[in-house]
């Protein structure tokens, strides 16, 4: 994601961030502990419902929860960039 819009390696891309390691485990090798919870955005963001349906269970997160989270989190990103 952030290598794809800098157009380098993700190594690259969070050198020098202030990452704990399971954050940077998941960035770098696609595992861990975090990996359920970037899989469920990755399809959140992507519309893949099946994924998002299966995720939540996995996570104990009610389905409502994460679609009325993402809709205020759409909401919010277009406040802040019609006032931009």
Request: net charge negative; charged share 25%; glycine share 4%.
């Amino acid at each position: 994601l952030i290598d794809a819009i800098l157009e380098i390696p993700m190594r690259m891309a969070i050198d020098g961030l202030p990452l704990d390691p399971e954050s940077r485990t998941l960035l770098l090798d696609h595992e861990g502990p975090l990996l359920p919870i970037y899989e469920l955005v990755m399809a959140v963001e992507a519309g893949f419902w099946p994924n998002v349906v299966r995720l939540c269970k996995i996570l104990r997160l009610p389905e409502e929860f994460i679609a009325k989270s993402y809709w205020n989190a759409m909401e919010w990103a277009e406040s802040i960039l019609s006032t931009a």
